[in-house]
């Protein structure tokens, strides 16, 4: 029975693999954008780990730096080819992207192109007010029991900020699951029915959902970790530095306030160089200090931008 069971059970690793180019927040994906890198655990893979990076790099040809593990989903209606249960085990993985990858349906995606009602850089996208706030309301109606209703009302406030509740940036799991539920999404109508009205890149499987749950995971983590050293270049200006916190946070920020803190916590030094090729002023040039990143590897220090968002 046992060895029944383990047999009609696989595990899928999966990789939300984030880098920050040019301000924008990125995400490597395979299959022409509609899948996240992954792969079957093999009896042949040392550990989860172990395989995933040997998947990412055999798909993408990217190698895998700083990797964390995400989640593990087990939903019930997912199975792969012979019928039997995938479990996915995903992990966040921060790098640089480096360019073209040379391998055909891979490459590197704005994130918002998922999820374009999480960019708020530059305020509230309309699309929320005119099409996702509207069609919530009215799925948060259609019921008879008002209870139901009420859970509903309550959901949808908090994730999205109605009814003068703030955002939360960090909710973008929570957010996507609703728009799930409510069938406002082309993963729900493939498994529902029914006809998907948001804009939005699918993804293949649950690889929409995981790839949620790792810009949640990041988001949360900028604020009590200094995660973002993985994704800036050695050398960077402090604008850069803002606009990657910014990228990730889907929320602008205070510019003499996140460079007040930045001050604070001492976290970088000046180079003595200048940004060279941009408009304007030439920038100084800064570097995480040393001693913060032998701090970071023994035990962590903040990127302090809690308060500013």
């Given at each position: 029975?046992?060895?029944?069971?383990?047999?009609?059970?696989?595990?899928?690793?999966?990789?939300?693999?984030?880098?920050?180019?040019?301000?924008?927040?990125?995400?490597?994906?395979?299959?022409?954008?509609?899948?996240?890198?992954?792969?079957?655990?093999?009896?042949?893979?040392?550990?989860?780990?172990?395989?995933?990076?040997?998947?990412?790099?055999?798909?993408?040809?990217?190698?895998?730096?700083?990797?964390?593990?995400?989640?593990?989903?087990?939903?019930?209606?997912?199975?792969?080819?012979?019928?039997?249960?995938?479990?996915?085990?995903?992990?966040?993985?921060?790098?640089?992207?480096?360019?073209?990858?040379?391998?055909?349906?891979?490459?590197?995606?704005?994130?918002?192109?998922?999820?374009?009602?999480?960019?708020?850089?530059?305020?509230?996208?309309?699309?929320?007010?005119?099409?996702?706030?509207?069609?919530?309301?009215?799925?948060?109606?259609?019921?008879?029991?008002?209870?139901?209703?009420?859970?509903?009302?309550?959901?949808?406030?908090?994730?999205?900020?109605?009814?003068?509740?703030?955002?939360?940036?960090?909710?973008?799991?929570?957010?996507?699951?609703?728009?799930?539920?409510?069938?406002?999404?082309?993963?729900?109508?493939?498994?529902?029915?029914?006809?998907?009205?948001?804009?939005?890149?699918?993804?293949?499987?649950?690889?929409?959902?995981?790839?949620?749950?790792?810009?949640?995971?990041l988001r949360a983590k900028i604020k009590y970790r200094p995660v973002v050293f993985e994704l800036m270049p050695e050398q960077f200006t402090l604008l850069q530095l803002q606009m990657a916190v910014e990228a990730l946070a889907g929320r602008g920020l205070h510019k003499q306030n996140f460079r007040r803190f930045?001050?604070?916590?001492?976290?970088?030094?000046?180079?003595?160089?200048?940004?060279?090729?941009?408009?304007?002023?030439?920038?100084?040039?800064?570097?995480?200090?040393?001693?913060?990143?032998?701090?970071?590897?023994?035990?962590?220090?903040?990127?302090?931008?809690?308060?500013?968002?």
């Open positions: 029975m046992t060895e029944s069971v383990e047999r009609s059970v696989h595990a899928e690793l999966v990789a939300v693999l984030v880098a920050v180019t040019n301000g924008e927040p990125r995400v490597l994906t395979t299959d022409d954008a509609r899948a996240l890198p992954a792969g079957p655990f093999e009896l042949s893979h040392r550990s989860l780990q172990a395989g995933l990076r040997d998947w990412v790099e055999a798909q993408t040809h990217h190698p895998l730096g700083y990797v964390e593990q995400l989640y593990t989903f087990a939903d019930g209606d997912r199975s792969d080819e012979s019928g039997g249960r995938v479990i996915s085990v995903s992990y966040l993985g921060l790098t640089r992207e480096a360019g073209e990858t040379g391998v055909a349906q891979v490459g590197w995606q704005d994130w918002y192109r998922y999820f374009p009602w999480e960019d708020r850089r530059a305020g509230a996208p309309a699309l929320v007010q005119d099409l996702i706030v509207p069609q919530l309301a009215a799925w948060c109606e259609d019921s008879a029991d008002a209870a139901v209703r009420a859970r509903r009302h309550q959901r949808a406030a908090i994730t999205f900020g109605m009814d003068d509740t703030s955002w939360n940036e960090d909710l973008v799991l929570q957010r996507y699951e609703l728009l799930f539920e409510a069938g406002l999404v082309p993963e729900a109508v493939r498994r529902n029915g029914g006809q998907a009205v948001l804009p939005g890149q699918p993804m293949r499987h649950d690889h929409r959902r995981i790839l949620a749950t790792g810009i949640a995971r930045i001050e604070q916590q001492a976290l970088v030094e000046e180079t003595g160089a200048m940004a060279t090729g941009t408009a304007g002023r030439p920038a100084k040039l800064f570097r995480f200090r040393r001693d913060v990143l032998l701090e970071r590897a023994i035990a962590g220090s903040k990127l302090p931008v809690s308060r500013v968002l």
